[in-house]
């Protein structure tokens, strides 16, 4: 198993025989303004693409947690070829239907897929009022014969949701969206260095990859004081931050 952070919650993922994109988010930097109601008005995306889109116009599926725009965007749906197979939450199909997509799949619970199990889990995108507003996202959990489990969380805080999966499925490698975006009022909306120390801490037979940071202008919490707290905390060795463009291999 080898996964690529694209940028942001972009990733591409090969696993088994597939090649799977994850929340693709294709604009270009800059092109889309602030996310309303947080604390700087730098525009989005922060970062360029670190290569062209059309390097990843082919995969097997692609794989999309939820719609907020920077997992699901026009450039996106404009770009990806309308008979590429769309997986989703329960909810999402019919507008990714209406969007010109023909062949679109909702993972209520789970689903065989190419010889992969793929299995919906739950979280939440956020706490109180906003959690709500932000409305339902999902995690997905990829397991095959002989490879490694791979547990893709999405916009989620640590909570009992979390936990529930990491215990039902016990994953080698966990993908957390660890850029702490907030708004100007309220809580984070996504995990933050706490939670990443907490799901470390909670689950040490899982090896964390983090990633949604620095490409997105609510998402506060740096690669460099990611790694630098979780060094603190002697979780260091337990967690790769890749850069945008970079693989992440497996290795037991």
Known sequence: M???????????IQYAHLELLVDPMFSDA????PVF??????????VP??????????????????LHPDHWDQDAIDALPKSTPILCQ???????????????????????YEGISIIRTGGRHGTGEIGQ??????????????????????DTIWCDEVKEALDAHKPDMTVVNAGGARFLTGDPIIMDED???????????????????EAINHCLVTREALSGRL??????????????????????
């Open 90 to 112: 329960p909810g999402d199909e019919d507008t990714l239907a209406s969007q010109g997509f023909a062949s679109v799949t909702a993972v209520q619970e789970s689903l065989e």
């Open 30 to 33: 800059k092109a889309n303004p």
């Open 2 to 12: 080898k996964l690529q952070l694209i940028r942001n919650a972009t990733l591409r």
């Open 195 to 213: 939670d990443v120390i907490e799901l470390l801490r909670y689950a040490p037979y899982t090896k964390a990859v983090a990633v949604h940071m």
């Open 231 to 252: 060094a603190a905390e002697g979780l260091g060795s337990r967690i790769e931050i890749p850069q945008d463009g970079q693989w992440v291999e497996w290795k037991a």
């Open 49 to 66: 693409l670190p290569f062209s889109m059309t390097d990843m116009l082919r995969p097997n599926a692609v794989l999309v947690t939820h």
């Open 133 to 154: 507003m932000m409305g339902q996202v999902s995690g997905f959990i990829l397991k095959a014969e002989g490879h490694p489990t791979l547990y893709i969380a999405g």
């Open 37 to 46: 109601n947080s604390a700087n008005d730098r525009r989005n995306p922060l």
